[in-house]
């Protein structure tokens, strides 16, 4: 069947059908330029951690992770896709996916050998269960296939997303940066940070956009400048984090796509307490430092939580 995207539920329920009692997780997408400080942030999440670390982020950061961190590096889509569905990925608080931008290419190895351009229809295209020799380029696909495949991966991890998220796992997905000149800068913006995803001029079938809707929180975290002219910045070695746009700190966010539906504005990111932030601990209280930015106090170390089992692939 010629299909544009794909709708696949996400992990099957739990066996014995009991309800958890924990509420619906946090959805955050956090993106910025290599080595701003993604990953680190990630990983002070509280909490049972499964951290799918496309990248080698982690062996970079750590000698030793944190006993609450279980770390898988999925080759595959498949693979990726049995961590996901197994019923003991419910035994964790958090999912880490580092990244985004390395989880879409790993789409495209999937298309590759399991997609086919339809007989009939725009941008249509054809699923299979079973491997197909790959293709040598997207345009096999023919006009708006690619994007269509790339689409229907998307909306197949995102369908695991909303029942992991519905059971009570938060999902914080990082992503690299990038910027998108516009063609029409009558707005007084000629330069947006966006994440870096598949978005088609068409504006069908964006991967970005959808990304965006999805996550409740957006932020970017980017270096602390100090423009000296209209010519010269200066970089202040401070990383900040950007979420909802507010009038105060209203040049910061020029041309940078972020939101917060919890109202978090920003912070320095050493300051920053990602657990407060998502309302994953009720003390301490936010600290309102003026100016120009809100300090984030973190709160005193707890003891480490005993390391998880790995998610199981049967």
Request: overall charge negative; aromatic content about 8%.
């Given at each position: ?9 996400g992990?099957p ?30 990983t002070?999440?509280?909490g ?18 944190p006993?609450n961190?279980v ?24 999912v ?97 940070h ?20 999805v ?40 041309g ?20 407060h ?38």
């Amino acid at each position: 069947m010629a299909i544009k995207a794909t709708k696949v539920q996400g992990a099957p329920p739990p066996a014995d059908g009991a309800a958890r009692p924990r509420k619906r997780g946090k959805r955050v997408l956090i993106y910025g330029e290599g080595g701003v400080g993604k990953t680190t942030l990630a990983t002070k999440l509280k909490g049972k951690t499964l951290f799918f670390d496309l990248e080698g982020s982690l062996d970079d950061l750590f000698d030793e992770l944190p006993p609450n961190i279980v770390k898988v590096e999925p080759q595959d889509w498949e693979t990726m896709e049995r961590y996901l569905s197994t019923e003991n990925v419910l035994k964790y608080d958090n999912v880490v996916v580092d990244s985004l931008t390395s989880l879409e290419t790993m789409f495209w190895r999937y298309i590759a050998t399991h997609c086919r351009k339809a007989k009939e229809g725009y941008g249509m295209v054809t699923f299979s269960d079973t491997p197909m020799q790959p293709l040598k380029d997207e345009k096999e696909l023919g006009g708006g296939g690619a994007d269509s495949a790339k689409y229907a991966m998307w909306t197949r991890f995102e369908g695991h997303m909303n029942y992991l998220s519905a059971e009570g796992l938060n999902f914080i997905d990082l992503c690299h940066d990038c910027v998108k000149e516009k063609d029409d800068p009558s707005d007084g913006i000629d330069i947006k940070h966006q994440p870096r995803l598949n978005d088609p001029n068409s504006g069908k079938n964006s991967i970005r956009s959808r990304a965006v809707e999805v996550h409740g929180e957006v932020w970017f975290i980017k270096w602390e400048v100090l423009r000296k002219d209209e010519r010269h910045v200066v970089k202040t070695g401070r990383r900040i984090v950007l979420g909802q746009p507010d009038e105060e700190h209203a040049a910061d966010f020029v041309g940078v796509l972020s939101k917060s539906r919890r109202g978090f504005s920003t912070a320095y990111l050493d300051e920053f307490d990602i657990n407060h932030v998502l309302g994953f601990c009720v003390e301490p209280k936010i600290v309102v430092v003026q100016p120009p930015y809100a300090n984030l106090v973190a709160p005193p170390p707890e003891p480490a939580n005993a390391e998880p089992p790995p998610p199981s692939e049967e």
